[in-house]
């Protein structure tokens, strides 16, 4: 059975950290890039971060470009998103995704093609 599970949410202050876990199961963690999603009450899903299925790449948006730093453990079969300098937009439901043979995590970011599993996401809220 398949399974992505997002934890590590919860609720911070402006200017602190967090970081984000998405334990895999189920299928071949190696042979799968991955992305981290999110989204806030009325928008849209937005693309946040991806890595590569080696690790060799990543790729973020804009709004969270030197202060966000996606990662892989294939030790542990589980993706990490770190999170710094964190601000009221950043509220949000966190969805990581993973899509298979993604070899330059540019695609995942600039493309925005099918993705094969998600998790149930996990509520990060930042006071001001």
């Known amino acids: 059975q398949v399974k992505l599970v997002e934890s590590g949410g919860g609720l911070a202050q402006s200017g602190d950290s967090l970081r984000l876990s998405c334990a895999t199961s189920g299928f071949t963690f190696t042979n799968y890039g991955f992305a981290w999603f999110r989204q806030a009450p009325g928008k849209e899903r937005e693309f946040v971060a991806a890595?590569?299925?080696?690790?060799?790449?990543?790729a973020y948006a804009d709004a969270v470009k030197d202060r966000f730093t996606i990662s892989r453990d294939g030790a542990w079969n589980t993706v990490y998103l770190q999170m710094s300098s964190l601000k009221p937009k950043d509220t949000a439901v966190y969805y990581c995704?993973?899509?298979?043979?993604?070899?330059?995590?540019?695609?995942?970011?600039?493309?925005?093609?099918?993705?094969?599993?998600w998790g149930q996401g996990t509520q990060v809220t930042v006071a001001s």
């Open positions: 890595i590569s299925l080696r690790g060799t790449t990543t």
């Open positions: 995704a993973a899509k298979i043979g993604v070899t330059n995590a540019y695609t995942l970011k600039n493309e925005r093609p099918h993705y094969d599993f």
